[in-house]
């Protein structure tokens, strides 16, 4: 059964950091795509960036350029997402999610942990 499980969220000030992770199982990650989307109230779910799991290459909505990071860890078959400089801008809900392919489209992505709140705060 595949399971993906994100935390980390929470609340923070405007300018503070926090890291998320999605803990993965039930996959082979050989060739997965892992990747980050968002969804604030009232809008549609957002790309937030994604990671090939065997190479590490990233990629990265603008809105986030510079300030989030995603990693993975093979060990604990974890992904992160660290964010940096948030702002109140970042407030949604954050989904982990997993792709065949290299994507950025939320239909692409058929497995989805269950979300994490962030709030940023101003």
């Known amino acids: 059964q595949v399971q993906l499980v994100e935390s980390g969220g929470g609340l923070v000030q405007a300018g503070g950091s926090l890291r998320l992770s999605c803990a993965v199982s039930g996959l082979t990650f050989s060739s997965n795509v892992m990747g980050w989307f968002r969804q604030a109230p009232g809008k549609e779910r957002e790309f937030v960036g994604c990671i090939t799991w065997n190479g590490g290459s990233t990629y990265y909505a603008e809105s986030v350029k510079g300030r989030f990071t995603i990693s993975r860890d093979y060990a604990k078959n974890t992904v992160y997402l660290q964010m940096n400089r948030l702002t109140p801008e970042d407030t949604a809900v954050y989904y982990c999610?997993?792709?065949?392919?290299?994507?950025?489209?939320?239909?692409?992505?058929?497995?989805w942990g269950q979300g994490t709140q962030v709030t940023v705060s101003s």
């Open positions: 999610a997993r792709s065949a392919t290299w994507e950025m489209v939320p239909s692409k992505y058929h497995y």
